[in-house]
């Protein structure tokens, strides 16, 4: 029985904070998953790695997994700060939006 070389606790521990204009690079090799935040980021990584198709297509078709639309490129563009927690799963970079603080 062989375990799975990458374990959430290990994907868990490798989420980073970039913000949109070093995502951007990524994003123009079409490398950039965008994540749901009702989406546990390490989970999506490890079905990523893990290539668990099914799953991953699931959050595909209910919208929750997918590449960034022109709508939300055009809106960060705009935000020259914006911020996302990042997990790199070669070849993807997988981004997730941070809610931005009120206050």
């Known amino acids: 029985m062989s375990e799975h070389p990458t374990?959430?606790?290990e994907l868990a521990a490798k989420i980073d904070v970039t913000d949109w204009f070093s995502l951007?690079?990524?994003l123009e090799r079409g490398g950039v998953i965008l994540v749901d935040r009702m989406l546990d980021l390490a989970e999506v990584a490890v079905a990523v790695a893990g290539d668990d198709v099914k799953l991953?297509?699931?959050w595909i078709a209910t919208g929750l997994v997918g590449k960034p639309s022109a709508e939300q490129?055009?809106?960060w563009d705009a935000q020259a700060m914006k911020i996302f927690n990042c997990l790199i799963v070669s070849p993807f970079v997988l981004a997730q939006e941070v809610p931005e603080e009120k206050g």
């Open 24 to 26: 951007r690079a990524h």
């Open 73 to 75: 490129m055009k809106s």
């Open 7 to 9: 374990s959430r606790q």
């Open 56 to 58: 991953l297509e699931r």
